[in-house]
């Protein structure tokens, strides 16, 4: 059971990354980026560490929410645009919302002393320890969350620049609808595009509610959550099952806990991701136009999702969709409607109809019925007694 649920959180995470990558609306690359974290919280239950994928859980709520509650922001300030294409150079405009989602992201991509770090880092603690002493499938997720790592840097900077940093791109941006969605006209009536502006504090003063435990939830509980006895008696773990008790033996504290990070493999792939996308959407953006075109099959498969949309949608809710129209017709309205209900209303109706012509209302046509009846009856009663 523990080797399936590992084999899908480490499908799961890589899978949603990927798509995250080639994502344009700004929810979308945090929704996709919440279903990879959700994988590499089962990655730490499959492992064995189930209490570090709740740590990774509750760690996650700060900054997700932080970074969720700034794309609104980001929404509310580019008027309901949602493109990041359409954005650029927001900082300067939206400063307090262009902050607190950089603690977001810091704290997503796993950068040492934020919350994300502790949580992140011992789940890839956790998977290389089972992977030295399991099976392919233990390595196969030690190696999931590693790459898993270097694709969440990589999508979230890119989400940051091409965001608030670079070109403005909203004054050329053209709305959904064919018209142009910033555009207004002002006092003196001349036409010209909207610029950006920060939101309300009723948003922004939540944003910083939630950068401070981004920044800080995990140095405070990392000690007791993952190596005291917050947990004590939920889940019996046996020793030779605890995947986090050599990391256990060398916590020396949160402090050193994250210095040491500095000297993982995971800040190095992070670091990667985030040069790898500082160089291209902060320097040579067009080199991303040029790869996508050069990869125009693979991005293909990840706008599509790997087809999934198309099979459930179009598949199982399509023919799902298909059965209930078919139950429909043939059932509701062919069945119930048409032979229950209106069937029956046409069978009282037809013998009504033929019914009523005996009721003519004549006294002789009544005594005429009375005296064949009578026949009928002295007719019966002749035959019985023969």
Same mark, same amino acid.
């Given at each position: ?107 997503? @991509?796993?950068? *040492?002393? =934020?919350? #994300?770090?502790?949580?992140?880092? $011992? %789940? !890839?603690?956790?998977?290389? &320890? ?90 405070? @509980?990392?000690? *007791?959550? =993952?190596? #005291?006895?917050?947990?004590?008696? $939920? %889940? !019996?773990?046996?020793?030779? &099952? ?145």
């Amino acid at each position: 059971t523990s080797m399936i649920v590992a084999v899908v959180g480490a499908f799961t995470a890589i899978l949603a990354a990927s798509i995250a990558l080639v994502q344009n609306d700004i929810k979308r690359v945090l929704a996709y980026s919440t279903v990879s974290q959700l994988g590499f919280m089962f990655i730490a239950v499959g492992v064995g560490a189930w209490w570090v994928g709740i740590f990774h859980l509750m760690t996650h709520a700060f900054f997700k929410a932080c970074l969720f509650l700034g794309a609104g922001s980001v929404i509310i300030g580019m008027h309901h645009d949602q493109d990041i294409r359409n954005m650029g150079g927001l900082r300067k405009y939206m400063p307090i919302t262009w902050i607190t989602m950089w603690v977001g992201t810091l704290a997503l @991509t796993g950068m *040492p002393f =934020l919350s #994300g770090f502790y949580s992140k880092d $011992s %789940i !890839i603690e956790a998977a290389h &320890h089972a992977a030295e002493h399991g099976g392919w499938v233990q390595q196969y997720g030690y190696w999931a969350v590693l790459l898993g790592v270097f694709v969440t840097s990589f999508y979230s900077f890119r989400l940051l620049y091409l965001t608030f940093h670079g070109q403005e791109r909203f004054r050329h941006a053209h709305g959904h609808h064919g018209h142009d969605a910033h555009a207004h006209d002002d006092a003196h009536g001349h036409h010209g595009p909207v610029e950006p502006h920060e939101s309300p504090w009723v948003v922004t003063l939540p944003l910083v509610l939630l950068a401070i435990p981004s920044l800080l939830v995990g140095f405070f @509980t990392a000690g *007791p959550m =993952l190596f #005291g006895d917050f947990f004590e008696g $939920s %889940i !019996i773990v046996r020793e030779a &099952h605890n995947t986090l008790a050599a990391v256990a033996e060398e916590f020396h504290g949160a402090a050193a806990f994250a210095r040491h990070g500095f000297f993982q493999p995971a800040f190095g792939l992070a670091f990667a991701g985030f040069a790898l996308a500082t160089y291209i959407y902060l320097f040579n953006p067009r080199l991303a136009d040029r790869t996508r075109k050069a990869l125009s099959w693979p991005t293909r498969v990840l706008e599509n999702k790997y087809g999934f949309d198309t099979l459930w949608i179009g598949g199982f809710a399509g023919s799902g969709r298909r059965l209930g129209q078919l139950l429909w017709k043939r059932g509701d309205v062919g069945l119930i409607d048409g032979v229950a209900v209106n069937g029956s209303a046409w069978l009282v109706d037809r013998v009504a109809g033929l019914v009523r012509h005996l009721q003519s209302g004549y006294l002789y046509h009544y005594a005429f019925a009375m005296i064949l009846g009578l026949i009928v009856l002295l007719g019966a009663l002749l035959r019985a007694q023969s």
